[in-house]
């Protein structure tokens, strides 16, 4: 079958995957290819147990796949016949030298750069859909000029904002799909193109055209106000839990007011997921390197509420239980950095666990999708902390719940039945505040809701 367009993805993860998926299923026309590294990623992509959890993706996957979708470890035969790549590797934060801890990493992006020159042989429009830091398309441009075939490459970037959990719903129904594109007639005609392929089914009016560093700095701007709501609600919550107000009550009336809305104004144990905190620190970063220390300083304090937050849940959590955990079992309930994904990079369950277990104490996780993750990222723990995806046998015998992740499972688990195998007194932290309280302490557990009131049996 021969096809209009002939689009790559390199980068099979979170993003390429189900954004091509998307693309594939909406645009039968076009043949899309996703390449990767990682053979078993495409191995799990090209059968029915995907590598990631996300709710309608093997639906997607199942209509297109091996029609006009295509999952391949063939990296330069992808190159060489693509029309248009998009370049979706990841970007995490730089782990060594100048800016680690801060700064993006870009081998794997600068290393995909080098294997499009490598293996290309006409025009081609290169689509930047990873994060990166604003002028990173110079950089890719130079690499990409550099090339000795006199070949024409025109870089155009379309940030993805698709949240983890919703991702299908999210790319099918996008809020924007921006588009960044050099002036001159060339980057308005790949612009053009791109935009071409989401017009499928995205309405007119939420395809947006800008430069190419309002699109680049758009997603890191996007990402960072998000995380500054969330950092801005749970340090009101600490507020809270001082003066006697509540914090689910100020989130409602604060939220009710239409100039502030009532998204993100959820107090909970903190943000996590491989995104808010590195592209907070990759636009303190830049602002830094820019000179414009008080920019950066602003920016980077919602990181540092973060931490606070997840600090403060487990100094809770520790204090209330008589200032000791030694020996004590605890349960997590829920490990994913939010509902919905089995995705645990940068999971607030990840600092809670660790601190736990230095104090000594013995945990139980449970997670209806984390699990295997949870594994790798607790390795190293292994006599201290059992991976149970039940929560009753997770409880038994516990002294402690802790909500981590805001399953809407976990509302309904009968907790009279945990609180009778467990020991006493029993406690539950509400890290999300997403149980019914009272009842809890009906039942007569000591809850320990986010930014509300305690409610103990201790006179
Ligand atoms: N996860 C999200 O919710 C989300 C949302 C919006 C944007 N982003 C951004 O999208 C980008 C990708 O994120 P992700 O979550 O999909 O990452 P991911 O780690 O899940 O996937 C990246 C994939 O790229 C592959 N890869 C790396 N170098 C490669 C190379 N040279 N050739 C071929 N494959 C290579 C890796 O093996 C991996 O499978 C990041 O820049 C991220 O910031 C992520």
Redesign the pocket.
Known sequence: MSFKKKILC????????PTMAVIAAQCPEYKVTV????AE?IQAWNGDHL??FEAGLLEVVRQARGRNLFFSTD?PGGIREADIIFV?????TKTFGHGAGMA?DLQ??E??AH?IVAHSDRAKIIVE????PVRTAEAMERILQENKKGIRFDVVSN??????GT?IQDLLHPDRVLIGSRPGESGRRAAEEVAAIFAHWVPAGKIIATNLWSAELS?LVA?AFLAQRVSSINSVSALCEKTGADVDEISFAVGSDHRIGPHFLKASVGFG???FK??ILNLVYIARSYGLEEVAGYWESVVRINEYQQERFVRTIIDEMFHTVVGKKIVLLGFAFKADTG?T?ESPGIHVARKLLEERALLAVSDPQALGNARRDLAGFSGQVEFEPDPYRAAVEAQALAVITEWRAYCDLDFARMFASMRKPAFVFDGRNILDHHRLFEIGFNVFPLGKPAMTHFS
């Open positions: 390199i980068g099979a993860g979170y993003v390429g995957g390449v990767d590294v990682n990623r590598p990631i990296i979706s590797v990841n970007t995490p993006s794997h992006w290393k995909t294997q859909k990873s994060t990166l940030p993805e904002f698709l949240a983890e991702a997603k990402n997921g491989s995104c590195k592209d995705d990079r």
